[in-house]
């Protein structure tokens, strides 16, 4: 009976370290790809004036987009790179990386969960591709987080610059720029419970190469002593 509990015990716990792989999993993947979407879109800050209420424009990494009743929205991207302003180029390559960091994070989070059919024979090598997508997922969300906090900064700089005249529209805070700290924030998140996936793991490990104590293993000595009597 206390046998059978243990294997419960034991089964329990491994259920639980494979939900909690999954958990880091998904929530890592879901966002990704509110930070990819944020990253494209034109909406990181928005103006309209008050002279001309019918004109919003909308301003991105890669666009700028005007929108009006009669045309409807229409985008363009800006003529040159590098007269860009040193903020959207900042932005522009870390965005990049992000990108890049957070797709290879979850081809190797994949890979290394648990009933995969890859490195089965080998959980050193699974632990690693683990951390290691734990590392890139933190890397991908902070490169997330870094570029919409500079657009914030230099848009709340240029928002109270009283060099410029009052009667002048200025930009101000997109939807887009929302969606990309929950991105960015959501995969740090991510990255941390894959680092705790991880010690579950390594705990899982040791228990199952604990022996068994005595309480727990079957009592047949009583039963040969009996029989000798």
């Not at 240029?158 to 929302?178: I, K, L, S, T």
Request: charged share 15%; aromatic share 14%.
């Amino acid at each position: 009976m206390a046998h059978s509990v243990y294997l419960q015990q034991q089964k329990m716990v491994f259920l639980t370290t494979k939900m909690m792989e999954r958990t880091a999993l998904f929530l890592s993947f879901g966002s990704y790809i509110t930070s990819l979407i944020t990253a494209f879109l034109p909406l990181w800050k928005t103006m309209n004036s008050d002279l001309n209420e019918v004109e919003n424009w909308f301003s991105g990494l890669w666009l700028t987009c005007l929108y009006t009743e009669e045309r409807g929205i229409q985008c363009k991207a800006y003529d040159s790179v590098l007269g860009l302003p040193v903020d959207l180029q900042i932005s522009r390559v870390l965005v990049l990386i992000s990108i890049g960091t957070g797709g290879f994070a979850l081809l190797t989070s994949f890979l290394s969960l648990e009933g995969v059919g890859i490195c089965v024979r080998k959980p050193e090598v699974k632990r690693r591709l683990f951390i290691f997508s734990g590392v890139m997922t933190w890397v991908s969300g902070l490169t997330t987080l870094a570029p919409v906090s500079i657009v914030a900064y230099t848009t709340v700089v240029d928002f109270w610059d009283e060099g410029f005249p009052d009667v002048m529209p200025r930009w101000e805070y997109g939807e887009a720029m929302f969606s990309g700290w929950f991105g960015g924030l959501g995969q740090v998140i991510g990255g941390t419970l894959f680092f705790v996936a991880v010690c579950m793991r390594d705990y899982d490990l040791q228990r199952m190469n604990v022996p068994v104590s005595p309480e727990l293993k079957p009592r047949t000595r009583y039963y040969l002593k009996t029989e000798v009597l």
